[in-house]
């Protein structure tokens, strides 16, 4: 989750420096869990047949179980971190003398990693390396009455704090050791319920190399790409995916909403964005929650929570689009109810969603948005890890692929029930969006300003080392010539000045003084230096009569 409860993860530097930030929603969670619906645990079991089903707490987190060390443990399932950590105690795990500190949004989890064996959907490893949190104090929020005790990192190992802190291939995250140890169906998929919706038969199910029973089809949903980061920022890489081309967001007035992706790999007219199942709310850039929020009657900034609220009677329409298929987003995800909060008279409100993104920003530009569970509760997803994966003999590259799960009518129908208690009041003249001229525009911070700034030129570290590596060249070039021409130069007047010392000396025995002027006597040096050389001693000894030339010219 980078995230409602986010890992230190992103790097934030040039070339060689490394340094992690801590993620964070803009505000906290509060879930209102109703007195007669109260949190428990999901049942605590396990699967054989590589599916599991997947708990719900009130829409904000999503949870499932594995084993380890022969004990059960409820764990929240999180494709945007890559690591596993667990509270407690866990029976016959090994020390590996390392340890380990993650900052969260909602408190620290440190603790020494250890080793044991490890079930999960089936599948099972007989020293899977954890991080053992032994103290969880520091946590904001009771996450076992929330559910869950724990974490598994579905995302990329390269992103594992656990893998870089352990030799070798010791430290690799639970699915990359799975896959390590399977040929094929590296794959997981994932379908997250939604609470509070009487028309939804969808349960949450969670699958490793297995499709859900009734959902086959999504294998002929289209193969969306991951875009992948460059090595040395890898630790930053997640599943990210590209929208459509110049409509990769169809807002409530049914238009694409226009914006320039901040990622310099992405094609022009389209956004990229990060599936997140352990980021409650979606973050999207600031142009587009405000094309979504800003536009309906009676919708409010607030500063205290840094997100929009909105009557809770207003039905907004928002559709994602990739790969050639459209993703609608069912009504009740594009806003909700379950926060408490209110407007600035005292009046309920319901919670904007799709929030600007701010702390989530990625400063090297690698993702404009993150898809979090309000958007991930609309498809049925299958992440195959493709070459991904440490050590594996997979050489494809990694693939997404999605399948819709929201019907438009079935969802305005739901709405209805839930939000206007059944009175079908959608089209009445309180909930019209407002002109494109009137639509409000939520504020900028001065820190998001300089986030831009900074961003404009990290996401180009690539372009700035070649450039920079250019003007070098062209630079020690430039020196290496001007040294060799004022080498040259220095030669020249050297020969000149012996030349003119030469010819211009002062009159002796007899001959002028003046230029130089090349001797035509036959006996002279001119004319000796001119003959050919002699080809053996014995033109010598004809010459000097035997004797050595060298010893008589002295």
Not at 305 to 317: D, H, K, S, T, Y
Request: hydrophobic letters at 35%; one cysteine or more.
């Amino acid at each position: 989750m980078m995230h409602s409860f986010i890992t230190l993860s992103f790097v934030s530097s040039l070339c060689s420096t490394i340094s992690v930030l801590a993620l964070r929603i803009p505000f906290d969670v509060h879930v209102q869990t109703p007195a007669n619906n109260p949190t428990t645990h999901f049942p605590r079991q396990s699967s054989s047949n590589g599916i599991l089903p997947v708990g719900n707490t009130q829409n904000s987190f999503y949870y499932t179980n594995i084993m380890l060390g022969g004990q059960n443990i409820s764990v929240m399932l999180d494709t945007g971190s890559s690591d596993l950590w667990v509270t407690g105690s866990i029976p016959g795990a090994t020390d590996t003398g390392s340890s380990l500190k993650l900052s969260y949004a909602v408190g620290t989890a440190a603790g020494d990693i250890y080793t044991a064996p490890f079930e999960f959907a089936g599948q099972s490893v007989s020293d899977q390396a954890f991080l053992l949190v032994a103290n969880v104090s520091s946590f904001s929020t009771n996450i076992h009455s929330e559910g869950y005790d724990g974490l598994i990192g579905l995302g990329p190992n390269s992103g594992s704090s656990i893998y870089k802190k352990l030799d070798g291939n010791s430290g690799n995250n639970p699915i990359n050791r799975i896959f390590e140890q399977t040929s094929s169906n590296d794959y997981i998929t994932m379908m997250l319920s939604r609470k509070g919706d009487p028309g939804s038969n969808i349960t949450g199910q969670f699958t490793i190399g297995e499709l859900v029973p009734g959902f086959e089809n999504i294998t002929s949903m289209p193969h969306l790409s991951i875009e992948k980061v460059y090595r040395v920022t890898n630790v930053d890489q997640h599943w990210q995916i590209v929208t459509d081309k110049n409509n990769g967001i169809i807002g409530p007035d049914g238009q694409p909403i226009k914006y320039s992706s901040i990622a310099p790999k992405a094609p022009d007219g389209t956004i990229v964005g990060v599936l997140d199942s352990g980021f409650t709310l979606p973050q999207v850039p600031r142009t587009v929650s405000d094309a979504i929020y800003g536009r309906v009657q009676g919708a409010e900034w607030s500063v205290a929570n840094e997100a929009w609220l909105v009557p809770c009677g207003q039905l907004i329409n928002v559709t994602f689009n990739f790969g050639g298929v459209s993703y609608p987003i069912h009504p009740l995800d594009v806003s909700s109810s379950d926060f408490g909060v209110t407007f600035s008279n005292g009046n309920p409100a319901c919670l904007g969603t799709f929030q600007p993104v701010t702390s989530a920003f990625s400063l090297l530009g690698e993702y404009d948005m993150i898809l979090g569970m309000a958007f991930l509760r609309n498809t049925y997803t299958l992440i195959n890890y493709g070459n991904f994966i440490t050590g594996g003999s997979n050489s494809n590259n990694p693939y997404v692929q999605l399948l819709p799960l929201t019907n438009i009518e079935s969802a305005v129908n739901d709405f209805i029930q839930v939000r206007l208690n059944g009175q079908n009041t959608i089209n009445s003249s309180q909930y019209a969006l407002l002109p494109a001229s009137q639509e409000q525009h939520s504020p900028e911070s001065a820190a998001e300003k300089k986030q831009a700034y900074e961003e404009l030129v990290l996401s180009r570290w690539p372009y700035i080392i070649v450039g920079g590596l250019v003007l070098m060249i062209l630079l020690i070039s430039y020196c290496v010539w001007r040294r060799c021409c004022r080498r040259k130069r220095m030669a020249k007047k050297a020969a000149k000045k012996a030349a003119q010392q030469n010819g211009g000396a002062a009159s002796v025995d007899g001959f002028k003084s003046g230029p130089y002027a090349q001797l035509h006597d036959s006996q002279s040096t001119a004319s000796l230096v001119m003959q050919p050389m002699r080809g053996s001693t014995v033109d010598f000894e004809e010459d000097y009569g035997g004797k050595d030339a060298f010893t008589r010219s002295r």
